[in-house]
């Protein structure tokens, strides 16, 4: 089927988002102001930067996935391009239009999926949202029908379109939220963590829709998400953000790369080996502990070493790595989520832990 | 492509990318058909949403009814027609009875109370699901939302007034003496201004989020005070009658008392009909500058999505 009404080669090179120098600060309350006190604004606030000088530029065609623990600015970039934030400082062009001064431009070109199955209305069928939706994107007659059936079965959703989303599993609602996205076939998408909620078969589903649309279509995407291995699998180009500045960016491969070879070790403890692992966090030649997998009957765990070594025999021999409870260790070769957790302290796994917890 | 070689760098506003595989949609269509579309859009939805609540529509329908009745019994027993107090306040007023002259505001401002509570309720139970920002992101024009929302509540307008009156005419009779031409001017603007300051009041949603409990005591309580819906306003002194006089309901109400109780021509209340009229104009620019003025602060603040 075709996705897209008129499939033609990409030209890539020109930049379809940028960002420059966008910085988004909010404030939060001190306390608890009275109602009186809210009206008239006469309440203590403390300033929190959610977005800190951040600079990126999106070609066209680009899958491009923007990653960073909880609190690192994500969502709120995603909501600036979309138009539901303004810029305190900077700029963000969307399609080469201003997305704070061009809103209706921006909103007309870009498909986006932001609070996922929250943003579809429940009380109502799937179809009566694509006809919403369908006409707020100024779509007439025979057009949203072709297009609601197409857009349905690129989600799966073909058996239960006319069952009221209340209905629909969150995975189903997810897909749905993607759908309406995708109706007005936008050259942009800009998707706030859609595969949460959605079990494997709908994530990989989704992944493989998105990834045809972007290499088959030549849509661009600009991606959040929590699971690294989508980014990994899916992205051209990703990049880090910490606390709202940009730690690192690049194709997958370069941003493996920056950790270099040779750097991280993996070790197998035997279970219950706690006091081992603290002494190996403490050790003089490693600098992190990136990961802690504790299993029945092994925990592996990863380091980060000061320097790069040749083999692991350097280090076997060394205080600490010489215990009983060690039951092996190998040098590998750094994963994005190595990466990640080097650069932002968070292990990917505490990342969608504190996001479970919320 | 580096940055500082990309020519859109140089340029306030731009014409947009031209997209190589042919999806670049930067040709708006005509303002007002999409303006009015994107009202007709949310109106539909509104309607098709309200058919899953059949039971809170019965609600709304007899909600004034349940409110008023009291309110009338009461009235009656004390000042209306042949009852001891009669004429002692209403007869300058010559109004037949206190029922007529409280009815027909009472009906008005119960379902001027439906448009608030739909109104303001509808945009912080949006907020709150996650919608607004949704449908704001799709949306060329956001206050077509609101307009749309509103459409949407008319439709189901004329039921809760059809119930209302047919209840009312079955327990206590009026007795109408309607000037049509009037009645029907009269009925638009006053229903024009109750959108107008709905729509007002309802951005302020977007600022404070239990703005809605402001919404409702402004509407039940100070507008319906100073409107003269169930005493005359002579009674109050000089400087709160000047007051009064700029409540938009204070009009509204007098000329639909005297266009359904009294049947006076469309010409004889023209100069008020006008005064009524811009006072709706004013409260649906004021609307629109409010909304306007509010999203911008509420894209600023970030709390478009706040639930």
């Known amino acids: 089927m ?15 988002i940028q960002i420059e120098g966008l910085t988004k600060r909010f404030t939060k309350n001190v306390d608890n102001p009275a109602l009186w006190r809210r009206v008239l604004g006469r309440f203590q606030t403390v300033p929190i930067v959610a977005i800190d000088a951040l600079d990126l530029h999106i070609e066209q065609g680009q899958f491009f996935s923007l990653l960073g623990p909880n609190g690192a600015g994500k969502t709120s970039t995603v909501r600036t391009l979309c138009t539901l934030l303004l810029p305190d400082e900077g700029s963000c062009r969307v399609a080469g239009y201003d997305a704070a001064k061009q809103q209706r ?50 989600v799966g959703l073909t058996g239960r379109i006319d069952d009221y989303v209340e209905r629909y599993s969150m995975g189903m609602k997810q897909r749905l939220a993607i759908a309406v996205s995708l109706l007005h076939r936008p050259p942009v998408l800009l998707l706030d963590e859609p595969t949460i909620g959605l079990d494997p078969n709908g994530a990989r589903a989704l992944r493989s829709l998105l990834r045809d649309l972007c290499e088959q279509e030549g849509v661009t995407i600009f991606y959040t998400t929590h699971y690294l291995h989508e980014a990994e699998e899916l992205s051209h180009r990703l990049a880090i953000i910490h606390e709202g500045r940009k730690v690192l960016e690049g194709s997958p491969d370069e941003v493996r790369s920056t950790l270099g070879d040779n750097r991280i070790v993996e070790v197998q403890l035997a279970p219950s080996a706690k006091t081992t692992v603290t002494s190996l966090r403490n050790h003089r ?21 000061k320097e790069a070594i040749n083999s692991v025999v350097e280090i076997a021999a060394g205080d600490g790595f010489a215990n009983d409870r060690v039951l092996g260790m190998n040098l590998v070769r750094p994963t994005l989520e190595d990466v990640f957790a080097s650069v932002t302290g968070y292990s990917a796994s505490e990342v969608r832990e504190e996001e479970d917890d919320t | 492509m580096t940055p500082d070689n990309n020519p859109m760098n140089n340029q306030q506003v731009s014409e947009g990318v031209r997209f190589s595989n042919g999806h670049h949609l930067h040709a708006l269509p005509n303002n007002v058909s999409w303006y009015v579309h994107d ?61 007529g002259y409280l009815a027909v505001p009472l009906i008005a401002v119960a379902l001027s109370n439906t448009v608030f509570t739909w109104l303001g309720g509808l945009l912080r139970m949006e907020r709150r699901s996650g919608t ?9 024009f956001p206050s077509a939302l609101f307009l749309g929302t509103a459409f949407g509540h008319l439709f189901y307008m004329g ?20 000037n049509y031409p009037s009645a029907v001017a009269v009925l638009f603007l006053h229903l024009a201004v109750t959108y107008g300051l709905a729509f007002a009041l309802s951005s302020a949603l977007l600022r404070i989020a239990d703005s809605w409990a402001v919404q409702l005591v402004i509407s039940k309580g100070v507008l319906a005070l100073l409107s003269g819906a169930t005493f005359p306003i002579s009674i109050y002194p000089e400087w709160l009658q000047t007051i009064a006089r700029m409540v938009p309901f204070t009009w509204a109400f007098d000329l639909e008392r005297r266009s359904l109780l009294r049947a006076e021509k469309f010409g004889e209340m023209a100069p008020d009909l006008a005064v009524l009229a811009g006072m709706t104009v004013f409260c649906w620019i004021v609307g629109f500058i409010f909304l306007g003025r509010e999203l911008n602060a509420a894209r600023r603040s970030g709390v478009l999505g706040n639930f």
Not at chain 1, 2 to 10: A, G, M, N, R
Not at chain 2, 41 to 56: E, F, N
Not at chain 2, 132 to 140: D, F, G, K
């Open chain 1, 2 to 16: 075709t996705l897209w009404s008129k499939p033609q080669p990409v030209l890539a090179g020109e930049l379809v």
């Open chain 1, 105 to 154: 431009e921006v909103r007309r070109n870009i498909g986006v999926s932001v609070r996922g199955e929250r943003s579809v209305y429940w009380k109502i069928t799937g179809r009566q949202n694509l006809r919403y939706f369908a006409g707020l994107y100024g779509m007439r007659g025979e057009e949203v029908s072709r297009r609601i059936g197409e857009v349905t079965e690129l």
């Open chain 1, 285 to 305: 030649m490693v600098e992190k502990v990136i990961s802690e997998n504790r299993q029945p009957t092994v925990t592996t765990v990863r380091l980060e070493m």
């Open chain 2, 39 to 99: 009202v007709v859009a949310t109106a539909k939805r509104m309607v098709l949403r309200m058919r899953r609540y059949p039971s809170w529509l019965l609600n709304l329908g007899l909600g004034p009814v349940l409110m008023i009745f009291p309110f009338i019994f009461l009235g009656d027993t004390l000042v209306g027609k042949g009852r001891p107090l009669s004429g002692s306040a209403f007869g300058e007023y010559d109004y037949t009875g206190y029922v």
């Open chain 2, 132 to 140: 607004l920002e949704r449908v704001l992101v799709s949306a060329q």
């Open chain 2, 159 to 178: 039921l809760f007034v059809a119930a209302t009156v047919l209840l009312l005419q079955i327990w206590i009779p009026l007795d109408f003496n309607i």
